[in-house]
C-alpha cells in the first residue's frame, strides 16, 4: 500500500549526529511545520495512523506483535478505538480487529472458567469437608490443610486478566514524538531550520514543555520561548476582542477570522491538537487553522 512503511520496527535516533547534519527526520519536521497545527501533534498523528494501519495490514498474525498484545491486554482504550475506525476507514471491515480480539477474548475467558471451576459451590463444599476433617487430625492435619486446601483467591484471576505492560502503540509513538522532538532541539541552532520553525504554527505547550527539557542549550532556549511568547501573545489578543466582541454593547462588531477560531486554537495549544475522530470537531478545528493561514497575513494589520 503506497505511502506506509511496511515496518513496526523503531530504531533509537543516532543523538550524535552533528547538528548541522539534516537528515529524514528533520525532513519530516521540515514537511511538518508547512502544515497547520502543532507539528509534532501533526507527526504524532500521523505516526499513529501508520503504525495502526501496518498493524492491521501486516502484523494481526505475526507472532511478537501477537505477545506484545497478549502482554497489554490488547492497545490502550485510545489506541483501540482509533485501530477500530483505521479498519472500518480502509476496509470497511473488521477482520484483523476480530482476529486480534478474538485471542485475547478466548485468554480471558479461559482464566474465568478456571476461577468458577475451582470456586463453584460443590468443589467449596468439598474441600471445606476436607479441611473439617484434617483439622481433627491435630497439628499435622491442621498443617496439610493449610498446605492442600486452598482457595484460588480473586487476587490471582485479576492478576491474569490485568496488563504485564502498557500499550505498544502508545510505546513506539512515544519514542517517535521523543526522536523528532530532540531533533528539533537539536536542529534550532541552524539558522535556516528556525526559519523553517518560524513560519509554521508553533508547538503546543505539552510539546514546547517537552522540546524545553529536551535540551541545555541556552540559544535554543531562548528562541524556543520567543517564538512561544509571540505566538501567545497574538492568540491573547484574538481571544480577548472575541470575548469583548460577545458583550452586549459591542455585538455590532464583526469578528475577524483569527478572533473567530481564536477559542479552538487555545484549545489546541494547551491541550495539543485534537486525536478523536469527530467530524464536528474535526471540521471546526480545520476551519480554525483554514482561518489561521488565510489571515496569517492579515493579523499584522489587525494588531
Ligand atoms: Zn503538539
Ligand atoms: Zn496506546
Same mark, same amino acid.
Given at each position: 500500500m503506497p505511502g506506509y512503511e511496511p515496518s513496526l520496527q523503531w530504531q533509537e535516533p543516532d543523538?550524535?549526529?552533528?547538528?548541522?547534519?539534516?537528515g529524514l527526520t528533520e525532513l519530516w519536521l521540515k514537511l511538518a511545520f508547512q502544515k497547520p497545527g502543532c507539528p509534532i501533534c501533526r507527526l504524532r498523528q500521523e505516526s499513529e495512523d501508520r503504525y495502526l494501519f501496518n498493524l492491521l495490514y501486516e502484523? #494481526?498474525? !505475526?507472532g511478537i506483535t501477537r505477545m506484545h498484545l497478549v502482554h497489554a491486554m490488547g492497545l490502550c482504550s485510545e489506541h483501540s478505538w482509533m485501530l477500530q475506525a483505521t479498519e472500518f476507514r480502509h476496509w470497511h471491515d473488521g477482520l484483523g480487529v476480530g482476529i486480534i480480539y478474538e485471542d485475547l477474548t478466548e485468554r480471558v475467558l479461559q482464566s474465568l472458567y478456571q476461577y468458577q471451576a475451582s470456586n463453584s459451590p460443590s468443589r467449596i463444599s468439598k474441600r471445606k469437608a476436607l479441611r473439617q476433617r484434617l483439622e481433627h487430625m491435630g497439628w499435622f492435619g491442621r498443617w496439610l490443610a493449610q498446605q492442600l486446601v486452598r482457595e484460588v483467591p480473586v487476587e490471582s484471576l485479576l492478576q491474569q486478566i490485568s496488563? #504485564? !505492560?502498557?500499550c505498544p502503540a502508545c510505546r513506539i509513538i512515544e519514542a517517535l514524538e521523543d526522536n523528532y522532538l530532540h531533533s528539533l532541539v537539536r536542529q534550532a541552532t541552524v539558522p535556516e531550520f528556525r526559519s523553517w520553525y518560524a513560519a509554521s504554527d508553533g508547538l503546543c505547550l505539552p510539546h514546547l514543555r517537552r522540546a524545553l527539557a529536551y535540551t541545555k542549550d541556552e540559544e535554543v532556549v531562548r528562541f524556543l520561548v520567543e517564538e512561544a511568547a509571540r505566538r501567545l501573545g497574538q492568540l491573547r489578543v484574538h481571544l480577548q476582542e472575541y470575548v469583548r466582541k460577545h458583550a452586549w454593547d459591542n455585538r455590532h462588531e464583526s469578528k475577524t477570522s483569527l478572533e473567530q477560531s481564536s477559542w479552538i486554537r487555545a484549545v489546541a495549544f494547551f491541550?495539543?491538537?485534537?486525536? %478523536? %475522530?469527530r467530524e464536528d470537531v474535526d471540521q471546526l478545528r480545520q476551519k480554525a487553522l483554514d482561518n489561521y493561514h488565510k489571515q496569517a497575513v492579515m493579523s499584522s494589520h489587525e494588531q
Open positions: 543523538r550524535n549526529q552533528g547538528s548541522n547534519n539534516m502484523h #494481526v498474525t !505475526d496488563p #504485564v !505492560d502498557s491541550a495539543g491538537e485534537c486525536r %478523536e %475522530e
